[in-house]
Nanobody
Framework: QVQLVESGGGLVQAGGSLRLSCSSS????????MGWYRQAPGKQRELVAD???????TVADSVKGRFAISRDNAKNTAYLQMNSLKPEDTARYYC???????????????WGQGTQVTVSS
């Protein structure tokens, strides 16, 4: 059973940066595709970025040029670097693990509990 634990969220001013981490245990991390979702109050969960086991990355248009996803297989950890943050980036951010197709359908094998990111104007 894969367990995912997110960290790195917090309160930041607009224009600031945060790096979220997703630590994975209980599975073969290097073989898993990974993704980051976010959900703001009253809104649907949105796929922000994903990365395949081979390191191919995709970033949503809404955050392109500001967010980057990466992974460190030696540390069993995926990251989401968020720069030039805007108030509309305020949401709970969730890590997901599994098959890239299922991640993109919102049906990954595993979800983390999420970490809150709040961007003040």
């Amino acid at each position: 059973q894969v367990q995912l634990v997110e960290s790195g969220g917090g309160l930041v001013q607009a224009g600031g940066s945060l790096r979220l981490s997703c630590s994975s245990s209980g599975g073969i991390f290097w073989a898993k595709d990974m993704g980051w979702y976010r959900q703001a109050p009253g809104k649907q969960r949105e796929l922000v970025a994903d990365i395949t086991s081979g390191g191919i990355t995709t970033v949503a248009d809404s955050v392109k040029g500001r967010f980057a996803i990466s992974r460190d297989n030696a540390k069993n950890t995926a990251y989401l670097q968020m720069n030039s943050l805007k108030p509309e980036d305020t949401a709970r951010y969730y890590c997901a693990s599994g098959n890239i197709g299922l991640i993109r359908l919102g049906k990954p094998g595993s979800w983390g509990q999420g970490t809150q990111v709040t961007v003040s104007s």
